[in-house]
């Protein structure tokens, strides 16, 4: 009889958390448009125009509401573009994913900004941008300049690799 009540207790638990995390949301994508620096080679260089992407796809996912505040969980999956990922640089407010370019790549020298999220315009301020310079791509995660609604800005709450790719969450009020 014991062991009864506690497979139906293990089998709701299991539930609740399944559809928990299937009612949390979908992935919103995000586009970031890479802009080539201006003059890397003069027109007549005997060196090869630099080949960079046009738009990079990040993922973000928001958890679900919560009484005083939002999560918003990212992730990138740029093994196309890089080798693996590891974290350069950190602190309260931002953190830096450093990893190789491909050889396709290793020349670019570019800049990216959020352009489009979840297939619309964006026009707030872009707290995640890429770099590509000397070989390497740079995911930056900031949160300087932003604010939620109650105008404090929002915390870092996840900043890691997983699988070699960069993987965030962060979090602010409403």
């Given at each position: 009889?014991?062991?009864?009540?506690?497979?139906?207790?293990?089998?709701?638990?299991?539930?609740?958390?399944?559809?928990?995390?299937?009612?949390?949301?979908?992935?919103?994508?995000?586009?970031?448009?890479?802009?080539?620096?201006?003059?890397?080679?003069?027109?007549?260089?005997?060196?090869?125009?630099?080949?960079?992407?046009?738009?990079?796809?990040?993922?973000?996912?928001?958890?679900?509401?919560?009484?005083?505040?939002?999560?918003?969980?990212?992730?990138?999956?740029?093994?196309?573009?890089?080798?693996?990922f590891k974290i350069v640089a950190s602190d309260e407010f931002s953190v830096t994913w450093a990893a190789n370019l491909q050889r396709k790549y290793q020349n670019c020298q570019?800049?990216?900004?959020?352009?489009?999220?979840?297939?619309?315009?964006?026009?707030?301020?872009?707290?995640?941008?890429?770099?590509?310079?000397?070989?390497?791509?740079?995911?930056?995660?900031?949160?300087?300049?932003?604010?939620?609604?109650?105008?404090?800005?929002?915390?870092?709450?996840?900043?890691?690799?997983k699988d070699g790719n960069p993987v965030w969450t962060w979090a602010g009020t409403d």
């Amino acid at each position: 009889m014991f062991r009864n009540k506690v497979f139906f207790i293990a089998l709701a638990i299991a539930q609740a958390t399944f559809f928990s995390i299937s009612d949390s949301g979908s992935a919103k994508p995000l586009t970031l448009n890479v802009y080539p620096a201006n003059n890397v080679y003069p027109a007549n260089s005997p060196i090869a125009q630099p080949v960079c992407p046009s738009e990079i796809n990040l993922t973000e996912t928001g958890r679900p509401y919560y009484e005083g505040g939002y999560t918003i969980d990212g992730m990138a999956k740029l093994d196309w573009l890089t080798g693996k990922f590891k974290i350069v640089a950190s602190d309260e407010f931002s953190v830096t994913w450093a990893a190789n370019l491909q050889r396709k790549y290793q020349n670019c020298q570019a800049t990216a900004g959020i352009a489009m999220a979840d297939k619309e315009p964006f026009q707030g301020h872009s707290y995640l941008r890429m770099r590509f310079a000397r070989g390497k791509a740079y995911l930056i995660l900031d949160m300087t300049g932003m604010y939620d609604a109650n105008r404090f800005t929002p915390v870092i709450v996840k900043k890691e690799v997983k699988d070699g790719n960069p993987v965030w969450t962060w979090a602010g009020t409403d």
